[in-house]
């Protein structure tokens, strides 16, 4: 090599080093920025669900985790499982309909909140309270409510001549079922009404304005306008709270504990017992991924129907 070849070269090498000098420190620092999200990730995501696969593929108890592989005995026992499979059963159906009631009563207090736009700020806030509440004291409130002696809707009843008798709302299964299910309408219909409220809120005011020059009244305003413009955001809605009433556990421990007999017994309020009293969490591990496949199929139509609003939005 030439001395002018090398003279040539070392500076076009020394910059070539600068520039993947440069790239390496711009990856590390894209690196740096991502990496707390991603340790979040793993923590929260990774390792709980490798855990519960390594619970439900073992022979495990409260006290003594990983006694054993035992394959897929856990979850052919609990598929085989006639109360188990009941349970998922009931979660699903009260899931539901519950979430369905709870959307159309709360869009409809939203719609009235938003005609009362002035008021609906403070009104807002005197529905906010039951939201406020802590679960626990909403499910002794309500315990007290519907208890057959001394309670305040037994007394009520009766004070009006509707009942002669007490009646044990908590001790029949179709009861206790309503029971429950105005308890949790109680409690989480504030939260649909806000988050409906939100969504009204970002309705342009200048359409429905255009639309009454026309001549369309209230209801083909609601029908033609409003709907479809907050149809993604409700279904956004009904998907939380869906997923929120899968997971219904504290009001079914504090009204019924299950009963009468397992008739109130819902999916997430099983496997705590099978955990906790029998100590078989491998077999609640199991039975708890079993039930989140469940939630995950019925769940699905949900989110491809509002990605079909979304995309009937653009």
């Not at 029998?278 to 995950?296: C, K, P, S, W």
Request: aromatic letters at 12%; proline letters at 5%.
């Amino acid at each position: 090599m030439t001395a002018f070849a090398v003279e040539v070269l070392e500076p076009a090498g020394a910059a070539g080093v600068a520039a993947r000098n440069h790239a390496l420190r711009a990856r590390l620092g894209r690196l740096a920025w991502i990496a707390p999200v991603l340790v979040a990730l793993v923590v929260t995501t990774l390792y709980p669900t490798v855990f519960l696969l390594a619970l439900a593929f073992s022979k495990s108890t409260l006290g003594k985790p990983f006694r054993g592989f035992v394959g897929i005995k856990h979850f052919a026992t609990a598929l085989q499982d006639p109360i188990f499979l009941a349970a998922i059963g009931r979660s699903v159906a009260y899931a539901l309909a519950s979430s369905m009631v709870q959307l159309a009563l709360g869009f409809l207090i939203a719609l009235l909140f938003t005609s009362l736009l002035k008021a609906g700020r403070f009104l807002m806030s005197l529905v906010l309270l039951p939201l406020m509440t802590p679960p626990v004291m909403v499910g002794i409130a309500w315990k007290l409510i519907f208890a057959p002696a001394g309670g305040l809707l037994n007394g009520t009843l009766i004070t009006y001549g509707v009942i002669s008798e007490p009646i044990s709302f908590l001790g029949h299964p179709t009861l206790a079922w309503l029971a429950i299910g105005v308890a949790d309408l109680w409690q989480w219909t504030p939260f649909i009404v806000i988050l409906c409220f939100a969504a009204l809120s970002t309705v342009p005011e200048s359409v429905h304005e255009a639309a009454m020059v026309d001549g369309a009244n209230g209801w083909q305003r609601f029908w033609h306008i409003t709907l479809p413009l907050v149809a993604a955001p409700l279904s956004s809605i009904y998907l939380l709270k869906l997923i929120l009433s899968f997971k219904l556990f504290d009001l079914v421990y504090i009204l019924t504990f299950g009963g009468p007999g397992f008739a109130t017994t819902s999916a997430g309020f099983g496997i705590y017992r099978r955990a906790i009293e029998q100590f078989d969490v491998g077999r609640a591990a199991a039975e708890t991924m079993i039930y989140a496949l469940v939630i995950g199929l019925v769940t699905l139509p949900v989110v491809r129907l509002h990605q079909h609003f979304e995309r009937r939005e653009l």
